[in-house]
């Protein structure tokens, strides 16, 4: 029974390592999920029910985003910025919303040269606007954990890059999906576990 039970262990490990691409030595890190709300004290623009979630690794240099309620507005165009740290916000890209306010935006992350960032801000940027600068209308946000600034240490889920990072294509995957997968892959191994238990339980009162 004690294999068994190590056995849905390893299962678990096994599938976490996997799903978030852990490697046993000189891994790129786990990718960033942060779920994008209209935040307190950062968010002045826009539908206040507007959602999304954003999947990024610094370590790979790619940012994949989904929004949903983000409606457009008159004169704006929405924008991806990292924020937050010692420098200046960097731009990410602009995003295109349908009528219905859904959108996407996956691309490379050009121009980082610091990993201090720990907020994700969807900016509005008005017909006119010089670019170059994150705009003062802020829609939807998400904080996430700093990274440590020395070589291959975490306080999160991404890993410090202890070189530039590679620009090649993104990996495949949507960050939606790949989070109802994640919950589908840890649902159907908790199910084995708590059926090892029930028999464990079973031939003790037997």
């Known amino acids: 029974m004690r294999m068994r039970l190590?056995?849905?262990?390893?299962?678990?490990?096994?599938?976490?390592?996997?799903?978030?691409?852990?490697?046993?030595?000189g891994a790129n890190g786990v990718p960033q999920l942060v779920k994008l709300t209209y935040?307190?004290?950062?968010?002045?623009?826009?539908?206040?029910?507007?959602?999304?979630?954003?999947?990024?690794?610094?370590?790979?240099a790619y940012v994949r985003l989904e929004v949903k309620h983000l409606k457009p507005q008159a004169g704006h165009i929405?924008?991806?910025w990292l924020a937050g740290g010692a420098g200046?916000?960097?731009?990410?890209?602009?995003?295109?919303?349908?009528?219905?306010?859904?959108?996407?935006?996956?691309?490379?992350i050009e121009g980082l040269e610091r990993y201090d960032y720990?907020?994700?801000?969807?900016?509005?940027?008005?017909?006119?606007?010089?670019?170059?600068t994150m705009p003062a209308q802020k829609s939807i946000a998400g904080r996430f954990t700093l990274i440590a600034d020395g070589e291959g240490e975490t306080v999160g889920g991404d890993v410090r890059p202890a070189q530039l990072p590679d620009t090649g294509e993104p990996s495949e995957g949507?960050?939606?999906?790949?989070?109802?997968?994640?919950?589908?892959?840890?649902a159907g191994v908790a199910f084995?576990?708590?059926?090892?238990?029930?028999?464990?339980?079973?031939?003790?009162?037997a």
């Open 6 to 25: 190590a056995a849905a262990v390893g299962i678990v490990v096994i599938a976490g390592a996997l799903w978030f691409g852990v490697a046993p030595a």
């Open 39 to 60: 935040l307190e004290g950062v968010s002045n623009f826009g539908p206040k029910e507007s959602e999304g979630v954003v999947e990024f690794s610094f370590a790979e």
């Open 78 to 80: 929405y924008e991806g």
């Open 88 to 108: 200046a916000p960097l731009s990410i890209g602009v995003i295109e919303v349908d009528a219905g306010g859904a959108g996407a935006m996956e691309t490379k």
């Open 118 to 132: 720990n907020l994700f801000i969807v900016a509005a940027r008005a017909t006119g606007e010089a670019a170059g």
């Open 174 to 186: 949507r960050p939606w999906s790949r989070i109802v997968m994640t919950g589908g892959v840890m």
């Open 192 to 205: 084995i576990l708590a059926g090892l238990i029930r028999t464990k339980r079973r031939r003790r009162t």
